[in-house]
């Protein structure tokens, strides 16, 4: 017979065992710290995707100057991680009960979404005093909708440009090239000499996708390539402008045009080969310039805009790029301050502080009377040059229907599939937003 | 959803426990008091009920739940507005997206079942002694499982990448450079068999412990006599070991091959946007409900991927049963 | 991991993806610093802690209670409504996680709501884990000999008695085994973290990592540097009890 009581030690671990899960379970329940102090007055929640670099130690700054001038007024910052503020982090706030006053929003089908929803204070009411003046008439387009002004644009970027290794340009003796067939002419060129002429991380489909985008915009022509990508009826993926982006991209493809592992690397460490001096060409946008100027300050690098397309029906000089900004919730308790807080952050003085961190600004006068870099000022005259902004796919409309686009010329980069045939099961792959639509 | 919650509480909480009140009630009044056979089975459900509650609320009613949803179809660009009916499901059977998933994740299914478990059962075997060393290797190949999904997608991708990847190292220079450039990860061709073969790499120590814990516990004695009936070890595995393995071999099959439908954190980091065709259906379920805002095309995939696993697993148990040795 | 433990010390993001497998150019500990800072892994680790250690007490804990009750009473239903249980085994989480978080969002909760909450994680953990460890607990109890408990029963001592002072104790090679994997399933969860916590003052560690990844750009030399720091605790518990590991799978399924 077993005695039973005579167990001591399973005791001691039974009770212990008990006694720290309950513990842990009533520490788990307790009252969560409240993040900011309530008796403080007026709190403004302000959601965002900066969480690296200068660019988060700059909104700090200017988080806290407003703060500072504003007495009983504390915004305070909520970020996340960019990829998820981009699918569901913003959409979980957005209609939440406790909605955020301020949020990162883009311009273009994201922004009519939250005016849709709901989620959009008009901001036609403060933009009557010359604010709306301060920022590029271009953007007009992205914040705009049904006679509604929403977004207060904060960044402008240029999400395609070809980036070159300039030490390799001049060794091979490359000039800038005129038009696609030219360009074309200089890949083959390239790879004839043993150097990968396009390297692109092209994982997340993004990179090469974007740059796809521009090259149908440049064929189709902009209003043709919006309509298209917002499914307007009628209209098919596997449109003839597009077949023939996807064909000039297998082109390249064709002879050996890009790094072997495009569709494998993230966007990142698809510029190592340009970095280590192994290929000559990178379409990304010009958010690298700031990195490359941390980072490797020694690389020596230029860039030009996607060469004219020749027989494109749109605008040959176009750019391809976002406009994006901040919102005000329609809900927001404190609609007043919070606008203040966007006349300060796109002011031109608080711009230029973004542009000595290497952004680029949607604010006209924030590029007066400063010292810009040379390559600044090329963009800047890109931006002043009234030619057409493009809005990459995956931004400007319903990311279902870019992203079977994007795949679709990832498919064909690497020669697995034909372009018209891509087209075809990314045009089935839609037919469900198509449906929706109606 | 609404309402649906109450129905579900009082369908599998409240009814329940008026069925087992009333039966205790019912003995007592047929054997006299309240009997030691009634209080004993209602311990019985006394014990079962917290993991019972845990299991209703958290698997069993979101499952209804998501059945729910997927009869909510969203109208509109901006998915305002919504109309009930089977269009999701008209939706499901014709996306090409679906069909490539479905198909990925049998290959996935057939692949794992080798790298995996077969692979777990062979290294079992092979490390079966508790000869010095061999507990440290079995440490070491448990370790994978506990490394972040992040970090193993990091790690091989500096190892099969071309461009100054270990591998494409390695095959230079034992003289095969003309696999060197191999796009391990960045063609459609190689990247689902590719990521097969980690997962291989990741999930075989799992298997092999459960091999190893079936394997201790075959009778020593039983070893012993078939040796001296003069059985060499190929033998001895082939004939004693491994038909007394068959249960656990078939929960072993189990697991993987349900698993293997519920495939979702490997792909996700190896391959966020299935540019290389590895879409799967967990990640194209996942990937309706953080990217594109919609839910209700998710739980109709959703409903599909559960209808399959619940098929599988009635399929494989099926096997059990005739075998007619192992609970499930 | 050792690779990964090597890596942690170099200074740049960038050198990380130029070379790989090149030893650190110098070797730099502001890494693990500035991780901890940014992932503000004091905190999160913590959170981490309760959710992992509150899933690990209710799950454990139901998980046996049910198990004993599966495997030594006696009731009407019981073989089916361990199948039932079992169904959980099998089930995807994807599957339901929508209607999940919709469950949770409508329950108040200390001034907020429930899904916002860390008793969340830890009651879906639970329930998540809860199959598995029924199986491998119950399994292990039927392997038990009955002459104890019944010697138990003579000396006075009911259900409740016999589970504590008896079973329990006796069960604990399996309740290592589950423990092990419920702490590192609980440990290592992202998907239904990232979908219920909004509150950054209870985000676990999964969640803090997240601020090493940009919008186009990732800090690598940090993010590896923190998950070096994330894994060691884990493994430690593992080399551990990695014995127990396999006594508790091996006990539990000896069949009389």
């Known amino acids: ?210 740059w796809a985008a521009h090259i149908a915009s440049r064929i189709v022509g902009e209003d043709h390539y919006a309509d298209i990508l917002s499914l307007k009826e009628g209209t098919s993926l596997t449109d003839p402008g597009f077949v023939k982006t996807l064909e000039m991209l297998k082109e390249i493809g064709d002879f050996g045009g890009y790094n072997s592992d495009i569709n494998g690397l993230a966007a990142v460490q698809g510029q190592v080969p340009l970095l280590q001096g192994h290929a000559l060409f990178h379409p990304i946008g010009i958010w690298v310039m700031d990195d490359w ?25 176009s750019l391809l790029g976002v406009v994006s900004g901040y919102m005000v919730h329609k809900k927001s308790l404190h609609p007043d301050l919070a606008v203040e807080f966007l006349k300060y952050v796109s002011s031109p003085e608080v711009q230029r502080r973004f542009l000595a961190i290497g952004h680029s600004s949607a604010t006209k006068e924030a590029f007066d009377g400063v010292e810009l870099d040379p390559k600044l000022a090329r963009i800047r005259e890109m931006l002043k040059s009234g030619h057409a902004i493009v809005p990459p796919a995956d931004t400007g409309f319903q990311i279902g229907v870019s992203e079977e686009f994007y795949k679709a010329a990832a498919a064909v980069l690497v020669g697995y599939s034909e372009p018209l045939e891509a087209l075809e099961r990314a045009e089935r792959g839609i037919t469900r937003f198509r449906r929706e639509a109606k | 959803m609404g309402f649906f919650p109450l129905i579900a509480v009082i369908l ?185 073969l980690i997962s291989g790499w990741i999930y075989a120590g799992f298997y092999l412990i459960l091999f190893h814990a079936a394997i201790r516990r075959i009778p020593p004695s039983l070893l012993e006599s078939a040796r001296l009936d003069g059985c060499n070890e190929f033998q001895l595995n082939r004939h004693v070991t491994l038909p007394l393995m068959k249960d656990v071999s078939i929960v072993c099959v189990l697991i993987c ?28 379920l996942v990937k309706q409900i953080l990217d594109y805002d919609d839910p209700y095309y998710g739980s109709t995939i959703a409903v599909l991927m559960t209808v399959v696993v619940f098929a599988l697993s009635l399929i494989i148990t099926a096997f059990q049963k005739r075998t007619d040795r192992l609970e499930f | 991991m050792v690779w990964m433990v090597i890596s942690a010390f170099k200074p740049t993001s960038i050198e990380i993806i130029e070379h790989p497998w090149a030893l650190p150019s110098q070797w730099t500990l502001g890494n693990f610093t500035e991780a901890w800072s940014r992932a503000g ?60 978080y919709e469950q949770f969002r409508v329950v108040p909760y200390l001034g907020g709501y429930l899904n916002d909450s860390r008793l969340a994680l830890i009651l879906i ?44 104790p006796l069960s604990r090679p399996a309740l290592a085994t589950i423990g092990i994997f419920t702490a590192l399933s609980a440990w290592n969860e992202f998907l239904v973290a990232v979908l219920f916590i909004r509150e950054p003052e209870i985000q676990p560690l999964t969640l803090g990592l997240q601020s090493f990844f940009g919008e186009r750009n990732t800090d690598y030399h940090l993010l590896i540097a923190a998950l070096s720091m994330i894994v060691l605790p884990m493994f430690a518990l593992y080399a551990l009890f990695s014995r127990q590991i396999v006594s508790g799978l091996t006990a539990g399924a000896v069949k009389e």
Request: proline share 5%; net charge negative.
């Open chain 1, 1 to 210: 017979m077993i005695e039973w009581h005579k167990i001591p030690s399973s005791r001691l671990y039974v009770f212990s065992v008990l006694t720290l899960g309950i513990g842990l379970l009533a520490i788990a329940c307790s009252k969560q710290q409240p993040s900011i102090d309530e008796e403080s007055g007026i709190t403004l929640k302000f959601v965002h995707s900066i969480t690296l670099g200068l660019e988060r130690d700059l909104m700090d700054d200017i988080v806290s100057e407003f703060n500072a001038a504003h007495e009983g007024v504390t915004l305070i910052q909520e970020r996340m991680e960019a990829d998820y503020y981009e699918d569901l982090g913003v959409i979980k706030h957005l209609e939440s009960g406790n909605p955020p006053d301020l949020y990162f929003e883009w311009g273009g089908w994201r922004l009519k979404r939250c005016v849709a929803k709901g989620w959009a204070l008009d901001l036609t009411p403060y933009m009557n005093d010359g604010w709306r003046d301060r920022f590029f008439d271009i953007c007009s387009d992205y914040m705009d909708y049904e006679g509604g002004t929403y977004l207060s644009p904060n960044g402008l970027d240029i999400t395609t440009l070809l980036f070159y290794n300039a030490d390799l340009f001049q060794e091979l003796e490359f000039q800038v090239p005129a038009d696609w067939p030219e360009f074309v002419e200089l890949c083959k060129k390239t790879k004839a000499a043993g150097i990968i002429p396009i390297t692109s991380g092209n994982e997340e489909v993004w990179p090469m996708g974007n």
């Open chain 1, 293 to 317: 100027a941390k980072d490797n300050p020694d690389f020596n690098f230029d860039f030009f805009n996607t060469p004219p397309i020749p027989g494109g029906k749109g605008d040959q000089s």
């Open chain 2, 12 to 196: 599998f909480v409240v009814l329940p426990a008026l069925v087992v009140l009333w039966r205790a009630v019912r003995m007592t009044r047929t054997y006299g008091a309240f009997e030691r056979r009634v209080r004993r089975e209602l311990w019985g459900y006394m014990f079962v009920f917290p993991a019972y509650l845990f299991f209703v609320f958290i698997i069993l009613i979101p499952t209804f739940g998501t059945f729910w949803l997927s009869f909510k179809v969203p109208l509109g660009q901006f998915a305002i507005e919504f109309r009930h009916g089977l269009g999701n499901y008209v939706t499901v059977m014709r996306d090409p997206n679906v069909h490539e998933a479905f198909l990925n994740n049998t290959f996935y299914l057939f692949a794992t079942l080798i790298v995996e478990v077969l692979v777990g059962l062979i290294m079992a075997i092979i490390l079966a002694d508790d000869r010095r060393g061999f507990h440290f290797f079995r440490l070491l190949f448990f370790t994978p499982m506990m490394l972040s999904m992040v970090i193993v997608s990091l790690l091989w991708k500096f190892i099969l990448r071309s461009e100054g990847g270990l591998l494409s190292h390695t095959l230079n220079a034992v003289g095969l450079s003309s696999l060197a450039d191999t796009p391990w990860m960045a063609h459609p061709t190689f990247t689902l068999p590719t990521i097969c």
């Open chain 2, 257 to 284: 091959a349900t698993g293997a439908f519920k495939a979702f954190d490997l792909f996700y980091v190896m391959s966020p946007s299935g540019a290389n065709h590895t879409e799967m259906v967990a990640t194209y």
């Open chain 3, 41 to 100: 892994i004091g905190k999160t680790a913590m959170n981490s802690v309760i959710v992992t250690g509150g899933t690990l007490a209710a799950t454990l804990g139901a998980a046996s209670f049910a198990a004993y009750g599966l495997s030594r009473l006696v009731f009407p239903g019981r073989d089916r409504l361990y199948i039932l249980l079992l169904l959980g085994l099998i089930m995807p989480i994807e599957a339901y996680l929508i209607p999940l």
């Open chain 3, 125 to 168: 953990y639970s329930g998540l884990g809860m199959p598995l460890a029924i199986y491998v607990l119950r399994a292990f109890m039927v392997g038990l000999p009955t002459s104890l408990d019944e010697s138990a029963t003579i000396d006075g001592c009911g259900p409740l008695g016999v589970f504590f002072w008896i079973i329990l």
